[in-house]
T-cell receptor, first 112, second 114 residues
Framework: GESVGLHLPTLSVQEGDNSIINCAYS??????FIWYKQESGKGPQFIID?????DKRQGQRVTVLLNKTVKHLSLQIAATQPGDSAVYFC???????????FGTGTRLKVLA | DGGITQSPKYLFRKEGQNVTLSCEQN?????MYWYRQDPGQGLRLIYY???????QKGDIAEGYSVSREKKESFPLTVTSAQKNPTAFYLC?????????????FGDGTRLSIL
């Protein structure tokens, strides 16, 4: 069953193309950021994180970019695959406190 | 394999009934959290616990209760006072507060009203 928003913004990409998913965060005091992937009926899965003392961090096929000036975060997925189809959302954390603020998410659809 | 286990996957509540959602972790994490996920909204924090025998209210604690008697367990009770309980409930854990580490999530419990 569907566990996340039915009216989320959707990004459709061709298999093999690169995907860029954007997130605007809310609190200028946030200093730690996380990207999660959530498949239908499942819990969020950690993808990559970045601290505010960095502008860019790379993982396997994923890159996160952080622009603190405009409070913007992006997730780049290289060579998008059908298994990448899911909802992606960002989270921000303030100074290592208990408080994580989660975005509403973007649905990524990979077209064969 | 280490992880977070939530049960049951689906749960139905009758009017006036309290129901309890289970969350167990074997990651040896100190902090545990309960979130509610509704369509079109970000996760909202219900309760969190930083250590055994201690827990704090989150943003939407009304109508819910928790306990933390063991490090690995953090059950959530949805009471009859919660008038709109239909949602997807997610339990998470992290190493501890202040360490800037990601939260790890279970696969959720979907609660519906009969």
């Amino acid at each position: 069953g569907e566990s996340v928003g039915l009216h989320l913004p959707t990004l459709s990409v061709q298999e093999g193309d690169n995907s860029i998913i954007n997130c605007a965060y809310s609190n200028s005091a946030s200093d730690y950021f996380i990207w999660y992937k959530q498949e239908s009926g499942k819990g969020p899965q950690f993808i990559i994180d970045i601290r505010s003392n960095m502008d860019k961090r790379q993982g396997q096929r994923v890159t996160v970019l952080l622009n603190k000036t405009v409070k913007h975060l992006s997730l780049q997925i290289a060579a998008t695959q059908p298994g990448d189809s899911a909802v992606y959302f960002c989270a921000e954390n303030i100074g290592g406190t208990y408080k994580y603020i989660f975005g509403t998410g973007t649905r990524l659809k990979v077209l064969a | 394999d280490g992880g977070i286990t939530q049960s049951p996957k689906y749960l139905f509540r009758k009017e006036g009934q309290n129901v309890t959602l289970s969350c167990e972790q074997n990651l040896n994490h100190d902090a545990m959290y309960w979130y509610r996920q509704d369509p079109g909204q970000g996760l909202r924090l219900i309760y969190y616990s930083q250590i055994v025998n201690d827990f704090q209210k989150g943003d939407i604690a009304e109508g819910y209760s928790v306990s933390r008697e063991k490090k690995e367990s953090f059950p959530l009770t949805v009471t009859s006072a919660q008038k709109n309980p239909t949602a997807f409930y997610l339990c998470a854990s992290s190493i501890g507060q202040g360490l800037r580490q990601p939260q790890h999530f279970g696969d959720g419990t979907r609660l519906s009203i009969l």
